[in-house]
C-alpha cells in the first residue's frame, strides 16, 4: 500500500486553501442572500469583518496556549527567546479562537450595518465549515496539526513537512475533520432551507457548534502534535469543546422558557 508523500510549498499550499475557503463562503453568500432575501453586498462586507476578526482571534488563542512554552524558553536559555517570539506570531492559529473572533465581528459589524444580528448570524453561520474545510485540506498538505502515528493504509507520509515528522505515516485527523465540516455544512443549509424564518427558533449556529464541538473533541484523540496545549488528559480544545456544549445547553434551556413565556 503506497505511502502518499507530500512536497508542497507551506505558505502556497496552505494559503491557496484558505484563498479557496473564503472565496467559496463567498459563493455559498451570494446562493443564500438570494433564497432568504438577504443584500448580498452587506453580507459579503460583514463576512470580510469575520475573517479578519477569525485571523486575528485565531491568533491571540495560539499564543495564549503557547505561553507555557515561552515561559519555559524565557527560563531554560536554550532557545533564543525573541526569534522563539517570532516564530510564535509567524506560526499557526487555533480554529476555536478564530470562531470567537468571527462571532465578535458579525455582531459588530450586523449593528454597524443596521441588520438583525441572529438572522446575520444564522445565514453566516455555513460559511464557516465550509472555509474550515478547505483550511483543514490545507493543514493536511502542509502537515500542521497531523495525526497520530499509524499502521492503516490511508495514513499520510510526509517527505519535507515542516510541522509533521518525514517519513512516519500519520493518521490523516486533517482530512476525517474537513470531511466533517462539509457533513455540517450540507446539514446547517438544509435546516436554513427547510425551516421557517424564525432564526431564533432554529438554532443554526448553536447546531453548529454542538457539531463541531462534538466531532472536535472526538478527533483530538486521533492528533499527534502537542503545540496545541494540554491540560491534565484533555487537549485545550477538548476542554472548550465541553465548555461550548454546557454553554449551549445552558443557553437553549434559557431561550425556550423565554419563547414559552412570550
Known amino acids: 500500500m503506497k505511502e502518499i508523500l507530500i512536497g508542497l510549498n507551506a505558505i502556497s499550499a496552505y494559503g491557496l486553501c484558505g484563498v479557496a475557503g473564503f472565496l467559496l463562503g463567498i459563493g455559498y453568500l451570494f446562493f443564500i442572500t438570494r433564497v432568504k432575501s438577504g443584500d448580498f453586498d452587506d453580507f459579503v462586507y460583514i463576512y470580510v469583518w469575520a475573517a479578519l476578526g477569525a485571523v486575528v482571534g485565531a491568533k491571540v488563542l495560539y499564543i495564549l496556549i503557547g505561553i507555557p512554552n515561552i515561559a519555559r524558553t524565557a527560563g531554560s536559555g536554550e532557545v533564543a527567546l525573541w526569534p522563539y517570539l517570532g516564530s510564535m506570531v509567524s506560526g499557526g492559529f487555533v480554529f476555536y479562537g478564530g470562531l470567537l473572533g468571527a462571532v465578535c465581528a ?6 454597524y450595518f443596521s441588520l438583525d444580528y441572529v438572522k446575520t448570524l444564522s445565514l453566516m453561520t455555513p460559511a464557516m465549515p465550509l472555509a474550515h474545510a478547505l483550511g483543514r485540506v490545507g493543514c493536511a498538505l502542509v502537515g500542521c496539526c497531523y495525526g497520530r502515528e499509524t499502521g492503516l493504509c490511508i495514513g499520510i507520509s510526509y517527505a519535507d513537512s515542516l ?3 518525514n517519513g512516519v505515516r500519520l493518521f490523516p485527523v486533517q482530512v476525517m475533520e474537513a470531511i466533517a465540516d462539509l457533513v455540517i455544512f450540507g446539514a446547517l443549509v438544509h435546516v436554513l432551507l427547510k425551516r421557517a424564518d424564525d432564526y431564533e427558533k432554529a438554532g443554526v449556529f448553536e447546531k453548529y457548534l454542538v457539531m463541531y464541538a462534538c466531532v472536535r473533541f472526538l478527533l483530538e484523540f486521533l492528533r499527534g502534535d502537542l503545540v496545541r496545549g494540554h491540560l491534565g ?16 445547553w445552558i443557553h437553549n434551556g434559557l431561550k425556550k422558557k423565554r419563547l414559552e413565556r412570550e
Open 106 to 111: 458579525i455582531k459588530t459589524a450586523s449593528r
Open 163 to 165: 510541522y509533521a515528522p
Open 233 to 248: 488528559a484533555l487537549s485545550t480544545s477538548q476542554w472548550i469543546s465541553i465548555i461550548i456544549l454546557l454553554f449551549v
